[in-house]
């Protein structure tokens, strides 16, 4: 599904945040992954970001 928005759209980026959880996901198909930190208490929280300019 990211891919046909990438391949269908002509965004500069696609920015998403998420948690531990899910962070492997956006990892495993090319965003890179910034930690935001403990956003909330006991939770760490993660900026994915992927260049679609490249």
């Given at each position: 599904m990211?891919?046909?928005?990438?391949?269908?759209?002509?965004f500069s980026s696609i920015c998403a945040e998420t948690d531990q959880d899910?962070?492997?996901?956006?990892?495993?198909?090319?965003?890179?992954?910034?930690?935001?930190g403990e956003k909330y208490p006991g939770v760490e929280?993660?900026?994915?970001l992927m260049n679609c300019c490249e």
């Amino acid at each position: 599904m990211v891919q046909y928005i990438r391949d269908r759209y002509s965004f500069s980026s696609i920015c998403a945040e998420t948690d531990q959880d899910a962070v492997n996901f956006y990892k495993n198909i090319g965003f890179q992954i910034t930690s935001l930190g403990e956003k909330y208490p006991g939770v760490e929280r993660f900026t994915c970001l992927m260049n679609c300019c490249e």
